[in-house]
């Protein structure tokens, strides 16, 4: 058998049978299927997509809608945000841009409030920082319209009929205040009226001043104006005709004015004259701050001899003065200029209530067992001067608060103050009769007494009343004003002061005035302007000449400061008090001020510097005891002997320093005191030790000018009794003036 050939072996087909040909209608029907179920994915896409835009654009619209709102909702927030600062005109101008406006009364009447408190400060406001505010000549074009003739302001009478059309009763009580103002004295013109003015000497102004509520407001002027009761009784008529009433009218102890009460009728204790309109009574009341001044100026000039003969002059007070002279004072605010007053300086309030104070009292009383009598005197005054000036509802001394919420407590003070006064006399007088000042305050006490029982039995129930809105403040806040808005200019002529009168009127408008500077802080300022810090830095390269070391003689000196104090403890306190002089207890109670105050800081820091309550029963009690009344920290044993052992390392700190004012003039005279003295103490006394040196080192300051306000006192005097002397040869000689040295330690 041959062999096979697999090459020529055929194979049979695995397709038996072979397709068959397609035709072209199938060929088109298959290629639509393919498309239709292409289209219908598309469509199913297109529905989804289509729902998808729907549900978006209905989301859109949502949003749009909350846009809107919250658009409108905040622009609402800015406006009212911005409405508290702003006049609606003003808003409008800062939210589109614009550049021009109508200026309204509102706008016009803030603006002048802010040009008249500083010029320089409106332009810099207006400039600068961009706000929207009427131009200079826009300002004058509205105040030239309003009539401001002296007498009866019958423009702000009108502003006053309209404010108080619909008024509460207690918003329509008042107080009418007079006083008058020193001008030049020189002639002027009135280029408005084409008048001329002067020359005037001063001019007397009314002021309106609620009783209870917040407002006052100048209704009167006149120069060299001699006021009449029925120039009075017309403003009280006016004003009712506004819708105002006078309860009260307020005035200083001025001849003209004494004259007017006796016409009226009203003396001490007959207080009061009645309404025109009403019939109701109008109490009068003299100034008590002005009461306060001529009661201090009689005391030093005469001296008061009381009913049981008691006299008080002001040698007690150079008394006191000569034990409590030390650097540690108890009576730290009382210095000569308080005894030596003169021209001016008689118009300060402050001076002479620190002069009949609580603190003088209490000194007298410790220091001057023998002026027990004069103490009580002085506190009596100054209880009663507190009752009569009260300015809130609520105080820590009850003394202070509105008068009648302590009335039993206030109304015996007033009592017995009255009793003082009407019995007091004038030491070598030669009428024994009261002196006005003492008419006045006996006419303050009625008044007030009777008018709070007229107030409480009315309709209105007055439960309490601030004095002091009875005073005159209101017009020397005025008066200060119209001072101040001429810059260098405080004497005006005529028509200064009475068109700096009608800016004030404008810029009241019924609200408070504040006399005060108000201070204005810029976060930002304008790119073009260089801060100031950055000009005045390179110049700030110079080193200091700190000292690097205490030199050898003072630090012998410090090495045994804390060994050459006296010991203070419990035990010790007794006998430590009886070994010391009056002028020592003194300066004792003046380092116990001092130690108290750092103590109040520190307190919680350090406990045990504070008086413990087994220490309490001290004999002889502190001064910080005597005076407190339970909100003065008291220094325990521990703190009065580290402060008399710290004021060794002061003195001989600055003991051997140049100069006949004795302080060490190098840098770093605290710092570096404070570090020394921190090397002998513990260290967790370094707060303590910090803040003592810093006052102690402004106690020495205060204490060498006052020195040098001394020095200049004596050589103002030396030529004063040069020029007037007869025999035209002075008492000292200048040169021992000049080269007078004060004792420091």
């Given at each position: 058998m041959s062999a096979i050939d697999t090459n020529q072996v055929h194979y049979p087909s695995r397709a038996?049978?072979?397709?068959?040909?397609?035709?072209?209608?199938?060929?088109?029907?298959?290629?639509?299927?393919?498309?239709?179920?292409?289209?219908?994915?598309?469509?199913?896409?297109?529905?989804?997509?289509?729902?998808?835009?729907?549900?978006?654009?209905?989301?859109?619209?949502?949003?749009?809608?909350?846009?809107?709102?919250?658009?409108?909702?905040?622009?609402?927030?800015?406006?009212?945000?911005?409405?508290?600062?702003?006049?609606?005109?003003?808003?409008?101008?800062?939210?589109?841009?614009?550049?021009?406006?109508?200026?309204?009364?509102?706008d016009v009447s803030k603006a002048l409030c802010l040009r008249a408190k500083s010029p320089s400060a409106y332009e810099f406001v207006r400039s600068t920082w961009k706000i929207p505010l009427p131009s200079i000549t826009t300002l004058k074009t509205w105040v030239s319209k309003i009539t401001f003739s002296p007498g009866l302001l019958n423009c702000v009478m009108n502003l006053l009929r309209t404010e108080f059309v619909e008024a509460d009763e207690f918003y329509r009580q008042s107080c009418l205040s007079f006083d008058e103002m020193s001008l030049d004295g020189s002639i002027c013109y009135d280029p408005a009226l084409d008048k001329i003015?002067?020359?005037?000497?001063?001019?007397?102004?009314?002021?309106?001043?609620?009783?209870?509520?917040?407002?006052?407001?100048?209704?009167?002027?006149?120069?060299?104006?001699?006021?009449?009761?029925?120039?009075?009784?017309?403003?009280?008529?006016?004003?009712?005709d506004s819708g105002v009433n006078v309860v009260a009218t307020t005035c200083d102890n001025a001849p003209t004015n004494k004259g007017i009460w006796n016409?009226?009728?009203?003396?001490?204790?007959?207080?009061?004259?009645?309404?025109?309109?009403?019939?109701?009574?109008?109490?009068?009341?003299?100034?008590?701050?002005h009461l306060i001044k001529l009661f201090r100026n009689n005391l030093l000039d005469h001296g008061f001899e009381l009913r049981d003969g008691t006299k008080i002059t002001k040698m007690d007070y150079e008394d006191l003065l000569r034990t409590d002279n030390s650097e540690f004072r108890v009576c730290f605010k009382l210095s000569k200029r308080h005894l030596e007053v003169t021209g001016a300086e008689r118009m300060d309030v402050r001076v002479a209530f620190q002069t009949i104070s609580s603190t003088v009292a209490a000194a007298f009383r410790k220091y001057f067992p023998e002026k027990k009598r004069l103490a009580e005197f002085i506190q009596l005054a100054n209880d009663a001067f507190d009752v009569l000036n009260s300015r809130i509802r609520d105080d820590k001394n009850f003394l202070k608060c509105s008068f009648g919420l302590h009335l039993q407590e206030q109304t015996e003070v007033l009592d017995r103050f009255y009793e003082e006064v009407f019995h007091m006399r004038m030491i070598g007088a030669k009428n024994q009769a009261l002196f006005p000042f003492q008419r006045g305050i006996l006419m303050c006490i009625?008044?007030?007494?009777?008018?709070?029982?007229?107030?409480?039995?009315?309709?209105?129930?007055?439960?309490?009343?601030?004095?002091?809105?009875?005073?005159?403040?209101?017009?020397?806040?005025?008066?200060?004003?119209?001072?101040?808005?001429?810059?260098?200019?405080?004497?005006?002529?005529?028509?200064?002061?009475?068109?700096?009168?009608?800016?004030?009127?404008?810029?009241?408008?019924?609200?408070?005035?504040?006399?005060?500077?108000?201070?204005?802080?810029?976060?930002?300022?304008?790119?073009?302007?260089?801060?100031?810090?950055?000009k005045i830095t390179p110049l700030m390269t110079n080193e200091k000449t700190c000292i690097s070391s205490i030199p050898d003689e003072i630090e012998e000196q410090l090495a045994?400061?804390?060994?050459?104090?006296?010991?203070?403890?419990?035990?010790?306190?007794t006998e430590f008090n009886e070994n010391l002089t009056t002028q020592d207890q003194c300066e004792l109670g003046g380092e116990e001020n001092i130690a108290g105050y750092i103590l109040s800081k520190l307190k919680e820091t350090f406990p045990e510097l504070v008086l413990e309550s087994g220490e309490e029963d001290r004999s002889p009690s502190s001064w910080l005891q005597d005076i407190s009344k339970g909100g003065?920290?008291?220094?325990?044993?521990?703190?009065?002997?580290?402060?008399?052992?710290?004021?060794?390392?002061?003195?001989?700190?600055?003991?051997?320093?140049?100069?006949?004012?004795?302080?060490?003039?190098?840098?770093?005279?605290?710092?570096?005191?404070?570090?020394?003295?921190?090397?002998?103490?513990?260290?967790?006394?370094?707060?303590?030790?910090?803040?003592?040196?810093?006052?102690?080192?402004?106690?020495?300051?205060?204490?060498?000018?006052?020195?040098i306000d001394q020095k200049k006192l004596s050589q103002r005097n030396f030529w004063k009794r040069k020029q007037f002397s007869k025999s035209g040869v002075p008492d000292v000689d200048p040169e021992v003036v000049e080269n007078a040295d004060v004792e420091m330690f």
């Amino acid at each position: 058998m041959s062999a096979i050939d697999t090459n020529q072996v055929h194979y049979p087909s695995r397709a038996a049978n072979p397709p068959k040909p397609i035709s072209p209608v199938d060929a088109l029907k298959v290629k639509y299927r393919s498309y239709k179920n292409l289209v219908d994915g598309w469509k199913s896409k297109y529905f989804k997509l289509k729902s998808k835009w729907t549900r978006k654009k209905t989301q859109l619209k949502q949003l749009k809608t909350e846009k809107s709102k919250l658009k409108k909702i905040n622009k609402d927030q800015v406006r009212k945000s911005l409405a508290k600062l702003f006049t609606p005109n003003q808003i409008k101008l800062i939210e589109n841009s614009k550049s021009r406006t109508h200026w309204v009364e509102e706008d016009v009447s803030k603006a002048l409030c802010l040009r008249a408190k500083s010029p320089s400060a409106y332009e810099f406001v207006r400039s600068t920082w961009k706000i929207p505010l009427p131009s200079i000549t826009t300002l004058k074009t509205w105040v030239s319209k309003i009539t401001f003739s002296p007498g009866l302001l019958n423009c702000v009478m009108n502003l006053l009929r309209t404010e108080f059309v619909e008024a509460d009763e207690f918003y329509r009580q008042s107080c009418l205040s007079f006083d008058e103002m020193s001008l030049d004295g020189s002639i002027c013109y009135d280029p408005a009226l084409d008048k001329i003015y002067g020359p005037h000497k001063n001019m007397l102004v009314a002021f309106a001043r609620g009783l209870f509520r917040k407002w006052k407001q100048p209704i009167y002027y006149g120069f060299d104006d001699k006021l009449g009761n029925n120039q009075v009784l017309d403003m009280i008529t006016s004003l009712y005709d506004s819708g105002v009433n006078v309860v009260a009218t307020t005035c200083d102890n001025a001849p003209t004015n004494k004259g007017i009460w006796n016409r009226l009728g009203v003396t001490y204790d007959k207080t009061d004259f009645k309404h025109p309109i009403t019939g109701n009574p109008v109490f009068c009341f003299a100034d008590p701050p002005h009461l306060i001044k001529l009661f201090r100026n009689n005391l030093l000039d005469h001296g008061f001899e009381l009913r049981d003969g008691t006299k008080i002059t002001k040698m007690d007070y150079e008394d006191l003065l000569r034990t409590d002279n030390s650097e540690f004072r108890v009576c730290f605010k009382l210095s000569k200029r308080h005894l030596e007053v003169t021209g001016a300086e008689r118009m300060d309030v402050r001076v002479a209530f620190q002069t009949i104070s609580s603190t003088v009292a209490a000194a007298f009383r410790k220091y001057f067992p023998e002026k027990k009598r004069l103490a009580e005197f002085i506190q009596l005054a100054n209880d009663a001067f507190d009752v009569l000036n009260s300015r809130i509802r609520d105080d820590k001394n009850f003394l202070k608060c509105s008068f009648g919420l302590h009335l039993q407590e206030q109304t015996e003070v007033l009592d017995r103050f009255y009793e003082e006064v009407f019995h007091m006399r004038m030491i070598g007088a030669k009428n024994q009769a009261l002196f006005p000042f003492q008419r006045g305050i006996l006419m303050c006490i009625n008044s007030l007494k009777n008018m709070y029982k007229y107030l409480n039995q009315s309709s209105l129930k007055v439960k309490y009343i601030n004095v002091n809105r009875i005073n005159q403040d209101v017009a020397e806040n005025g008066f200060s004003i119209i001072r101040s808005i001429g810059g260098f200019k405080h004497t005006p002529n005529a028509v200064d002061a009475k068109y700096r009168l009608r800016m004030l009127c404008l810029t009241w408008h019924l609200l408070v005035p504040k006399s005060s500077a108000s201070v204005m802080r810029a976060d930002t300022c304008d790119e073009d302007v260089v801060p100031f810090s950055s000009k005045i830095t390179p110049l700030m390269t110079n080193e200091k000449t700190c000292i690097s070391s205490i030199p050898d003689e003072i630090e012998e000196q410090l090495a045994v400061c804390n060994m050459e104090i006296a010991e203070i403890n419990r035990e010790l306190w007794t006998e430590f008090n009886e070994n010391l002089t009056t002028q020592d207890q003194c300066e004792l109670g003046g380092e116990e001020n001092i130690a108290g105050y750092i103590l109040s800081k520190l307190k919680e820091t350090f406990p045990e510097l504070v008086l413990e309550s087994g220490e309490e029963d001290r004999s002889p009690s502190s001064w910080l005891q005597d005076i407190s009344k339970g909100g003065l920290t008291i220094p325990s044993y521990k703190m009065l002997q580290l402060i008399r052992e710290w004021n060794n390392y002061f003195f001989a700190f600055h003991l051997n320093s140049t100069g006949k004012w004795r302080y060490n003039n190098s840098y770093g005279v605290v710092e570096v005191l404070a570090k020394r003295i921190e090397a002998d103490y513990p260290s967790k006394y370094e707060k303590v030790i910090e803040k003592y040196t810093k006052i102690r080192t402004f106690l020495r300051i205060r204490h060498i000018n006052k020195q040098i306000d001394q020095k200049k006192l004596s050589q103002r005097n030396f030529w004063k009794r040069k020029q007037f002397s007869k025999s035209g040869v002075p008492d000292v000689d200048p040169e021992v003036v000049e080269n007078a040295d004060v004792e420091m330690f």
